[in-house]
């Protein structure tokens, strides 16, 4: 993710000095340096010394140890956080940073990694309307950006964007199987599925009609489509859909608690 970031903004414009790495594998930093042109260093502190805004790309089960190790720098220099680890509410970010901190806390999701990725934001109170500017801007980097005002609503993003692509990835593999199934061959399923899940995208993206309209406009009366859309109505696909995300929802809720729950 962190990577998908910094290749964003340098695609974008960003001036490419104004960037700094941390990592803590010698490898991986010259790596960085290497397909990036910018400084990476092995010390987060300094880095946050030198930074007005610092992004947390971790993974969450290590975010509490990180957050403790740069408590002091944060304090010192008062940088904008931006979290993208999933999970951990912007109240335990702040606990283990110290206080009085501005957090945005982000929701990704893995088409991120090609800059087509859907994010969802929440800012903490101390988070000034310049720093919420600054954080959309890098989050754009990566795709689309939402705000939400209340944290708890990023366990909805989660549940539909954050974990949205595993869903049509499911979707699409049904698809592939029964068009074997009816006779096609392996390639040429695969083919017809991806262009058709891309087209679909790209025309709900483009037109300025909502989904059940633009699915209503394909359905013609006593067609094939109206056939295979009564099948999917019978065995209750909005229930399957609705049951499958508020799963996913409660799961980011109880992570969170996990996660996040320690003093």
Not at 124 to 134: A, D
Not at 156 to 183: D, H, N
Not at 194 to 205: D, H, I, N, S, Y
Request: charged share 15%.
């Amino acid at each position: 993710m962190a990577q998908s970031l910094i290749g964003g903004l340098i695609a974008s414009g960003y001036n490419k000095q104004n960037i700094i790495a941390t990592d803590p594998t010698e490898a991986q930093r010259n790596s960085v340096t290497q397909n990036f042109g910018i400084h990476c260093l092995a010390d987060n502190a300094e880095a946050i010394q030198r930074s007005d805004i610092v992004v947390l790309a971790v993974k969450p089960q290590v975010l509490e140890s990180v957050c403790h190790s740069i408590a002091d720098a944060v304090q010192a220099k008062k940088p904008l956080i931006i979290s993208v680890a999933a999970g951990i509410r912007s109240d335990d970010i702040n606990r283990w940073l110290g206080s009085n901190t501005a957090i945005v806390r982000t929701m990704p999701n893995t088409p991120a990694l090609i800059q087509t990725g859907a994010t969802g934001l929440f800012a903490n109170t101390f988070v000034s309307n310049e720093q919420q500017s600054q954080a959309e801007h890098i989050l754009r980097a990566a795709g689309i950006t939402v705000w939400v005002d209340e944290e708890a609503k990023l366990d909805a993003v989660t549940a539909l964007s954050g974990s949205g692509p595993a869903y049509y990835f499911m979707f699409m593999e049904a698809m592939e199987q029964t068009a074997q199934t009816l006779g096609l061959d392996e390639k040429t399923a695969h083919l017809l599925t991806l262009q058709t899940a891309l087209g679909a995208a790209k025309m709900a993206l483009e037109s300025h009609q909502d989904c059940a309209t633009l699915r209503k406009n394909v359905t013609s009366p006593n067609g094939t489509t109206e056939r295979a859309i009564q099948s999917f109505e019978n065995a209750g696909l909005h229930q399957i859909v609705e049951n499958a995300m508020k799963a996913a929802q409660t799961r980011a809720q109880e992570l969170a608690d996990e996660l996040g729950g320690k003093a």
